[in-house]
Structures are given as C-alpha cells and as structure tokens.
C-alpha cells in the first residue's frame, strides 16, 4: 500500500523532478567538478523548479561554506545535502493535522477562484471518511458564487458524508453556525467549510471570512482547529502573494497544494515554507477526490530526487 502511494507522489512529481533533480544528478554522473559553474548551473535548476531566490541563495550559500570546509568533498555527496536541507526545512511548523481534543475537528478552507478549493474539499471529506473512517460533515457557506452549494451537494452525496446547506445567496455566517449546531448534534468527527473563493484583494469578501471565521470559534471551542488555504501549485511564486495577504485575515495553520502533478513548479513549496513557515498538510494530485496525500516532508524530497524508499 506504502509503496504503492508513494509511486503516484513520484509519478506526480515528474515535472518538478525534471525541471530539478535530473539536471543536477546529470552533473554529478559526469563527474563535474564542484566551483563556480557548478553552483551556478544549480542555481538555475532551483530556480526554475520555484524554490525562491532566497532559499536558493541560503542553500548556495551554505553549499559553498560546506564544501570550503570540507564537509563535502565528492560531488555526489551534494545530493545528500541538498535532500537532508530540504527535507529539514520543510519539516518546519509540523505537517500534522491539528484536531480538536473534542468533539467535532473544524477544518475552514479558503482560496482564490480557481485554485481547486471545491475539489480539495471532496479530497479531504474522502480523506477522512472514506479512508480514516471519520463522520464528517461538509458546511456550504460558498453561497455567493452561483451553483457552489449544488456542486459541493454533489460531492457530498458521491462520498457519503453530510453537508449542511442554505439557498444561493444567503448568509455565510449562518450557513456556519448551523453546521456547528449540526456537527454536534449528529457526532460529527470531522467538519470542513467552504467559503466563496475570492481574490486575495477583495476587502469585502475577506472581511466575510473573517466573520465565518468568528462564528466558527463562538459555537466550537477552539474551532476553526485548522485553517488551511488552498494554492494552485501552477501559479509558482504568485503564490506568495497570497499566501500573505490570506494569513492577515485569517491565521493560516496549513496548506493544501492542489495541481502538484501538472507543474514543474512543486519547489513553490520550499519557498513558501521558508518565507512564512506555514507547513504543507495536504497535496492533489490529479482530478478525482481520491488523488490526495497526507504531506510528508521526507517523501516529498525523495520523489522529487526520483529516490525509492523503504
């Protein structure tokens, strides 16, 4: 089952893998010596896989201090390094999620049009019931964009798992509040939200987030447990951009990084993590609710560097 899983993370990797890693094992096969050129030549395939001119310049950097003090000295022991840096980086905030130690667990999503948010939530809501075997409930509150509720019905209805539902245009904030009263009325174990996908600069409709958001924490102690923002992991390091802007109006616990398989921009992730420290949760994989993976760190790494694991 294990290998079986991680075989479709490395298989959603492919472009990632190619746009970094085969470049930089081709140096190494040839036997390229370590100076400037090489370093150079690496710098340019992280760049081009969206890790960041920061953390490329700070891997660079510590490259070269390394190999000065000969920490390194075969070139072929860079791929190490570099896999044992990121994998450390990356293991920053904690991938595990965050549940209520009672009750209901609430997961609020948010995200820009686009960006796979809808889908993501099938994902989770399939994560949790159909693989953990968890009651879970599904709150409608994207009532302002026009068949967002009938869509999310569908899902609910293909998976298993209840859903709590107002009309096209009511209230977000009461959509919420009944799904709180549901969620505990009924056992749930687990409780996502959706909420309208918006563009990171509309005032009015992150204030609205915000207000779900207050709902949420009046009616659950502790809720929303995670606050996971949805990024489309083709949009690169546009994606910083949002990551911003959302964590000011909405602490952000957690990413779901939705279309890794059709980018070879999967380094977004590392750059993301360094500049805000907020750790990937969840990764898609494809189109169907059952193209989703739990984040892990080491994994992550090892398919991008085409490595087995045991």
């Not at 040839?30 to 760049?47: C, K, P, Q, W």
């Not at 049009?113 to 409930?137: D, P, Q, W």
């Not at 009263?181 to 563009?199: P, Q």
Request: charged share 25%.
């Amino acid at each position: 089952m294990f290998q079986r899983v991680f075989s479709r993370l490395k298989q959603g990797l492919k472009k990632t893998r190619d746009a970094f890693a085969s470049g930089l094992k081709a140096l190494v096969r040839i036997g390229r010596r370590v100076d400037e050129s090489f370093l150079e030549e690496l710098e340019e395939a992280m760049i081009t896989a969206d890790m960041g001119v920061q953390t490329t310049q700070e891997l660079l950097e510590h490259l070269r201090e390394a190999y000065m003090d000969r920490e390194i000295e075969d070139p072929k022991a860079f791929l190490g390094y570099i896999s044992n840096y990121l994998e450390q980086h990356l293991r920053r905030g904690g991938n595990e999620l965050i549940t209520a130690p009672s009750g209901p667990t609430v997961i609020l999503v948010c995200g820009v049009n686009g960006c796979g948010k809808t889908t993501s939530i099938a994902k989770l809501a399939y994560h949790f019931h159909r693989v953990e075997n968890r009651k879970v409930l599904l709150a409608a509150s994207d009532t302002f964009r026009a068949a967002a509720v009938e869509q999310l019905d569908v899902w609910a209805q293909r998976i298993g798992c209840d859903i709590v539902k107002h009309k096209s245009g009511a209230d977000p904030g009461a959509v919420a509040y009944d799904a709180c009263a549901a969620a505990k009325a009924r056992g749930s174990e687990v409780m996502i939200v959706d909420t309208a996908g918006r563009l990171h600069t509309q005032t009015g409709l992150m204030k609205e987030l915000e207000k779900i958001r207050r709902v949420l924490a009046k009616q659950i102690e502790g809720a929303p447990h995670e606050t996971l923002l949805v990024l489309d992991a083709t949009t690169g390091q546009n994606a910083l951009a949002q990551v911003d802007l959302f964590h000011q109006s909405v602490p952000l616990s957690g990413l779901f990084l939705s279309k890794l398989d059709g980018t070879a921009k999967g380094g977004v992730v590392i750059s993301i993590n360094r500049q805000f420290e907020i750790p990937v949760k969840f990764i898609g994989l494809g189109e169907s609710y059952e193209d989703i993976q739990p984040f892990s760190p080491d994994d992550f790494v090892h398919a991008i560097f085409g490595q087995d694991v045991a």
